[in-house]
């Protein structure tokens, strides 16, 4: 497994190496997309844009501008921001906690609400229970983020003239009773609406593995009922439930931008949101290319997973 | 005092109305947006009226004393819509304008300001200007006693006339935003002793003292001297000057605290104001969604408040009653349609025509569900400058006439089988905006095809290189008039480069335009620019103003002292106070 994995960290720099190509040329090669008429404005003289362009290293060549910004970010400078010339090192140090916090505690709940709910709905297949949590699975799915936010600050408002926590981010140990305040109801939200997926494909798994003989063989030793679901059948439902949440992963680390953007929080969602939107060339390439780093490492890490969950799987 | 956008939402904020609501949220933040049409503070906020009652706009006029003497104390909380991305005043204009809308009134002092209210000079550091020449291309100015915030480097001292003239001159190495006073028309600026400078123009130019020239809350702000230079991280993170406020902390640009600096000089424009400000400190709390905002204020987190619509203020008052006080204020900014002057639009007629064909009435209704009122070529919240509604140019200017239009285009061989193009923003106003006129042009049989466009690339390649055949959108809510004749000014007076988007000369407007720019008598200078928007009506000049929007704001009662209609100086002013006793008996 040791050799599999390093084979598919070999992959990393020339994955990174290709999204950072494409994201950086993409930038430059758009219409309209010089950075220093952007800065300098209408009125800016030609001195003034050449003196932005030299600033900014803008007379290079293209391929020689990005040779410079791919070396400084293999040596860990990840270059300053177009906007307030500070390190993109020092503001990703800033904004990185309060981002890995919703991104986790939505992931957390998505887990916990889409496997526990799909287990429910498979072992009660066509009751009630199952019909509520598929048409809740479905209607979940199916309304926008940015909705369901809006609407966990206006219904607590219209109700108890309750407002969410405002002024930001403030981390847990400095005051938990905040902290949790501000993150748990998005996150239990997030986690709930995320789960749609999850929820429905543990049902079917969980559905299938039900049908197996070993798992009638489990009932017929006289097992209990959790044991057999959770011990058995469960583990054997795993590999698809644990791909199914690396793609959960993905889609809440880029539903963090609307949850940052709503409850004013200064992670990195909102960065990306207001870099992209003002033409922030360096923060615009350094998260794209962190958030591939991340898609890769959690991809690997599920991979790697699916030895641990089926002992059949053999890496080779 | 209303809502604080920072500037960071300026150029993007706009009236969300319900029916905007979610699009405006992704429209949200156009930091890069404030960019260019210069101007200053939105002016988003309340006036005040009776208590629990809503007010027509502009009804009551506060002038900051009509609730009797101020009580010292108290800090005042307001929304912070966007943080900041550093306490830095220099650098291209686009990139600093959120720093110096924020800071320019607050942190740092300035020689003098124009409220928009009353059109009158106001003195704040400067105590004295004297304009030896007839022509006043000189100004001699005097400056009075006042200290910087106690921090390093400055560490207390006293501000000097030196401090002022390196400042502005640091002020004028950087790229300015379109037109710029410091580079276009000031000639130079020295040192005459402590407590006296001299600056010289190239030219009369008797909007001197406005908000866009040498009373810019962003460009004319003063620094001391040893920090304009060398200084890059100071500047980045920390603000210092002689302001009423001083800078006490900021998480990265957000949450930013102002507390009152004690050694706040005690004179200005031959008053004293000893003691002013009367609050301890104004707390910015970020909160970048609307909706967000409107709780925080509903459930006491924010002292005042913008609401998105009048239905929401109205609610709000059912909801709260005597607690809140809300208002309506005229907006500064307002909507136009721009064509390029190219064929068709070189004729005219042509242009005549389109004018007629755009029908104000409807279009406030449309846009701004009626809260709005028609523009000339000066928007209506400059009261000072507006022309009496039964004057003949006005009235022709906003007749909406679909005949006599199509008479207009088929005399001037319109053809009507092209399909011709407006460029809009996707800024939710701007999208309206460029609906409405299509349906309305249409009447005139002219077909027209939208082509939204993503903000920056909007305002960095189609509007600043004037790549547009037509194009609308919302301008910002400028402080004085300058900026909007200004627009219709075919060249610079002192570059030469085109002044402005359309490529638009008229020897005739240019000519009535530097009239009011030169005339030095207030009465005479007011008469020249009414003269000015007659000429700009009767030639059709290709920058067709709409409407205006009135926006809605609210505080709660125990905000007292309000100012109303004094854009940026209004937002920061020091009159304002709080009544502790009723803010605790309410929470």
């Known amino acids: ?316 | 005092m209303g809502e604080q956008d920072l500037g960071l939402r300026y150029w993007g904020r706009q009236r969300v109305t319900r029916r905007r609501a979610l699009s405006g949220a992704v429209a949200g933040t156009a930091a890069l947006g404030a960019i260019a049409l210069v101007g200053c503070k939105s002016d988003k906020k309340t006036n005040g009226g009776g208590n629990g009652t809503v007010v027509p706009p502009t009804a009551t006029i506060n002038d900051g004393y009509q609730d009797g003497p101020g009580k010292p104390g108290g800090i005042l909380k307001v929304r912070q819509a966007g943080a900041l991305p550093s306490m830095n005043v220099f650098g291209p204009g686009i990139l600093i304008l959120a720093q110096g809308l924020t800071l320019g009134f607050t942190v740092f002092d300035h020689l003098w300001y124009v409220p928009t209210d009353t059109g009158v000079t106001e003195l704040f550091l400067a105590t004295k200007i004297e304009q030896p020449d007839d022509q006043g291309l000189e100004l001699i100015v005097t400056i009075g006693d006042a200290t910087f915030h106690d921090k390093e480097p400055a560490n207390g001292r006293k501000v000097t006339a030196e401090d002022v003239v390196e400042s502005f001159k640091r002020f004028k190495e950087e790229p300015p935003i379109g037109y710029s006073w410091l580079q276009d028309v000031m000639e130079d600026i020295t040192v005459v002793d402590e407590k006296t400078l001299r600056i010289t123009q190239r030219f009369p130019w008797a909007w001197v003292f406005t908000s866009s020239n040498a009373g810019s809350p962003i460009f004319t702000s003063i620094l001391p001297k040893e920090i304009l230079h060398d200084h890059d991280d100071l500047l980045l993170k920390d603000a210092i000057g002689s302001g009423h406020w001083n800078l006490q902390s900021h998480d990265n640009g957000a949450n930013i605290k102002f507390r009152k600096f004690q050694q706040f000089r005690t004179y200005q424009n031959g008053k004293d104001i000893t003691g002013q400000p009367y609050l301890n400190g104004v707390d910015f709390i970020f909160i970048t969604d609307d909706n967000a905002g409107y709780a925080a204020f509903r459930a006491g987190e924010t002292d005042t408040a913008g609401f998105t619509s009048r239905k929401q203020m109205e609610d709000t008052v059912t909801e709260l009653g005597s607690k809140v006080v809300t208002g309506s204020d005229l907006s500064r900014d307002y909507l136009n349609l721009m064509l390029h002057m190219e064929p068709p639009f070189n004729d005219d007629r042509v242009r005549r025509a389109f004018n007629k064909l755009i029908d104000r009435d409807e279009a406030i209704l449309l846009i701004e569900e009626g809260d709005g009122l028609k523009a000339a070529p000066i928007p209506p919240a400059h009261k000072r400058y507006q022309l009496p509604e039964n004057d003949p140019d006005l009235v022709d200017y906003w007749t909406t006439d679909v005949a006599g239009a199509k008479q207009l285009l088929e005399a001037a061989a319109f053809d009507f089988d092209r399909e011709y193009e407006i460029k809009h923003s996707n800024r939710a106003t701007d999208s309206q905006l460029a609906q409405v006129l299509k349906e309305q042009l249409g009447r005139g049989g002219v077909k027209v095809k939208l082509t939204q466009e993503d903000l920056v690339k909007w305002f960095t390649q189609t509007l600043n290189q004037h790549q547009f055949q037509m194009t609308c959108f919302q301008h910002l809510p400028y402080e004085d008039v300058d900026l909007p004749l200004r627009f219709y000014m075919g060249a610079d007076t002192s570059s030469g480069r085109p002044a402005n988007f359309m490529d638009y000369q008229d020897a005739d407007v240019d000519a009535a335009v530097l009239a009011a720019a030169q005339e030095l008598d207030e009465e005479a200078r007011v008469e020249k620019v009414l003269e000015a928007q007659r000429v700009i009506m009767r030639k059709s000049a290709p920058m067709f103003n709409v409407l205006s929007a009135i926006n809605f704001g609210g505080r709660y009662d125990y905000v007292k002292g309000s100012v109303t209609g004094r854009g940026s100086y209004g937002l920061f002013n020091r009159t304002t106070w709080l009544d502790d006793d009723t803010r605790r008996q309410e929470a």
């Open chain 1, 1 to 316: 497994m040791t050799r599999y994995a390093l084979r598919r960290l070999a992959w990393l720099p020339i994955i990174l190496f290709g999204v950072s190509a494409i994201v950086f040329f993409l930038l430059r090669g758009l219409p309209g997309q010089d950075p220093a008429a952007a800065i300098a404005g209408q009125g800016a003289t030609d001195e003034q844009l050449d003196r932005i362009r030299e600033d900014w290293g803008l007379n290079d060549p293209v391929w020689q501008q990005y040779g410079t910004w791919l070396g400084e970010l293999v040596r860990g400078d990840f270059g300053n921001e177009f906007r307030s010339e500070k390190p993109i090192k020092d503001e990703f140090a800033r904004r990185f906690p309060p981002s890995f916090q919703i991104i986790t505690m939505s992931l957390f709940f998505g887990a916990i609400f889409g496997v526990g709910f799909g287990i429910l709905s498979a072992m009660f297949r066509n009751g009630p229970l199952d019909y509520g949590v598929r048409f809740g699975a479905v209607g979940l799915s199916s309304i926008p983020e940015y909705f369901l936010l809006t609407l966990l600050i206006i219904i607590p408002l219209y109700l108890w003239n309750y407002s969410m926590p405002v002024g930001g981010y403030v981390p847990i140990y400095e005051d938990p009773v905040h902290n949790l305040k501000l993150f748990l109801p998005p996150a239990l939200l997030i986690g709930l609406a995320g789960s749609a997926g999850l929820m429905r494909l543990t049902r079917t798994t969980m559905l299938e593995v039900l049908r197996s003989d070993y798992v009638r063989t489990a009932s017929a030793k006289g097992l209990r009922r959790h044991t057999v679901i959770l011990s058995h059948a469960l583990r054997n439902a795993g590999t698809p439930i644990v791909t199914a949440l690396g793609t959960a992963f993905v889609a809440v680390f880029g539903g963090s931008i609307i949850v940052e953007r709503v409850l004013s929080i200064q992670g990195l969602g909102e960065w990306f949101f207001t870099a992209a939107f003002i033409r922030d060339l360096p923060v615009v390439q350094f998260l794209t290319v962190y958030t591939a780093f991340v898609v890769v490492m959690v991809n690997l890490v599920v991979d790697l997973s699916y030895g641990f969950i089926d002992p059949r799987v053999r890496y080779s």
